[in-house]
């Protein structure tokens, strides 16, 4: 016997989309950004937000009175304008000046944080003149005729129009110094108060104690030790004012005739 029932058609339920939620979500985001556009241009041409006051901090060497020449084109500006790159693009312009952070202070403060460079050796110039240096070589600004930092010197014979602030002095009798003061401050911080001079002769670094006026030649190994036996030495010994002492041999303190 045969089956005469039509088949049935199974119904079948639309798939309602979600792109009316997307369309909701996209329309929702472009309102809270119109709101947020419009409450920043409101809130910047407000007169109440205008920079009065500056707060700088961090400063040493490079005085207030050139900052604030700096940034006084900035009081009376919105605080939400101020351009903070260009501020520190303008404070960074001195060498003596490492990094710079501005922030803004509600409702009418702009606080400036500055780390400075700090300075390491004098460099003497053929012309007698004294240039700060740092860590990596870079030549600082010195503000005024006065050498407040009392710092080593060293002698590379170069002439005033070579020594740049904010250029490295590429040198090799440099670098050589520059490590061994580095070093000296890291294993016998003590001792670097009491060095006057450094120079070199054939790639040799020498010291001049502040102190008496005598020239050591520094050891590489057990420096802080070294050191320590040239100081009972110089208390104990026959050292004449000319002498030199090298400290290169191990637990021995050589006295030398110096010319």
Do not use: C
């Not at 006051?53 to 500006?77: F, H």
């Not at 008496?212 to 590489?220: A, C, K, V």
């Not at 637990?251 to 030398?256: D, I, M, P």
């Amino acid at each position: 016997m045969r089956d005469n029932k039509l088949p049935t058609k199974t119904k079948t339920r639309k798939r309602r989309g979600n792109s009316r939620y997307f369309v909701f979500f996209l329309l929702i985001l472009l309102g809270l950004a119109g709101l947020g556009f419009g409450a920043y241009q409101l809130l910047s041409n407000v007169s109440w937000l205008n920079v009065q006051r500056l707060e700088i901090s961090g400063n040493s060497a490079v005085a207030d009175s050139l900052l604030r020449a700096i940034l006084q084109p900035y009081v009376g500006q919105n605080v939400l304008r101020v351009d903070k790159a260009r501020i520190i693009a303008e404070v960074g312009g001195f060498a003596r000046v490492k990094s710079v952070k501005v922030r803004r202070k509600l409702f009418d403060t702009l606080q400036i944080r500055i780390t400075e460079r700090a300075p390491l050796l004098y460099v003497k110039s053929l012309e007698g003149d004294l240039h700060p240096i740092d860590e990596e070589g870079m030549v600082l600004e010195l503000f005024g005729s006065v050498y407040t930092e009392n710092m080593p010197i060293v002698d590379l014979l170069m002439h005033n129009s070579a020594l740049v602030s904010g250029q490295k002095i590429k040198n090799s009798a440099l670098d050589k110094v520059l490590a061994m003061h580095q070093k000296i401050i890291k294993e016998a911080p003590d001792f670097a108060p009491n060095i006057s001079e450094y120079y070199t002769i054939d790639n040799t670094v020498y010291i001049i104690d502040a102190r008496n006026g005598l020239r050591l030649i520094p050891s590489e190994k057990n420096l802080a030790k070294q050191l320590s036996r040239y100081e009972f030495v110089r208390d104990n010994g026959d050292v004449g004012p000319s002498s030199i002492l090298d400290l290169r041999i191990d637990s021995q303190v050589v006295v030398k005739a110096g010319g």
